[in-house]
């Protein structure tokens, strides 16, 4: 009698790797926003999940909610921040700090989606895949600075460097027993409409654990 009921593949603990992709569908290369995508990590904590069945325990309709935190850690001894007019231009850390270490630009999301889920029966389990559409509200953004001066010290600058309060993309997810993996793209910009640079950020990576 489970088997009749659909199952959905959402909640769960996820970590991956971000980084930004250009108008052109490039990875960005526009010097002071080049990021160590090892070092870049993104991290979703999909606390709820809810799933309804089209009337067969093989395809259903996914949502659910999550919180998203996304590292960018640039490449270089730089930071960002914003001007007059609420562009984002390069923020030359190498005059102010010695001994830098890392600089990284940290956004927080309450995330939601709404995806189509397949199951496939492969044995006694399932693969499933789903694709839809996820949306964010933006809750926090920060810089921070780790430098040596004396031992380690950090510097932390809280602001909303021209982000956009809502974001929206697609995703898609593909999972069988405990490999399971998802991408996000989000086709908004990573900052306000009016604001440059126009970067489109994205994530890749695994579900670690399943709720």
Do not use: C
């Amino acid at each position: 009698k489970s088997n009749k009921k659909f199952k959905p593949h959402y909640g769960g603990i996820e970590l991956g790797l971000n980084n930004f992709l250009t108008e052109d569908y490039t990875l960005a290369n526009q010097g002071f926003m080049n990021l160590n995508t090892g070092k870049s990590w993104n991290f979703n904590l999909n606390f709820l999940e809810y799933g309804l069945g089209l009337g067969t325990s093989y395809v259903g309709l996914v949502t659910g909610m999550g919180f998203e935190w996304s590292n960018y850690v640039f490449d270089a001894n730089n930071s960002i921040q914003e001007d007059a007019t609420g562009n984002i231009i390069n923020r030359d850390l190498s005059t102010v700090y010695t001994g830098i270490t890392k600089s990284k630009l940290a956004t927080t999301y309450l995330t939601a989606p709404l995806l189509l889920e397949f199951q496939i029966p492969a044995g006694k389990k399932r693969i499933h895949l789903s694709a839809g559409v996820i949306g964010g509200l933006k809750l926090g953004s920060k810089t921070k600075v780790k430098y040596q001066d004396g031992g380690k010290q950090k510097e932390v600058f809280k602001d909303d460097f021209s982000l956009s309060p809502f974001k929206y993309g697609v995703t898609v997810r593909i999972g069988y027993r405990a490999i399971n993996l998802f991408a996000n793209y989000y086709i908004s910009p990573l900052f306000g409409e009016s604001a440059s640079p126009e970067l489109y950020p994205f994530s890749v990576g695994l579900n670690l654990l399943s709720f």
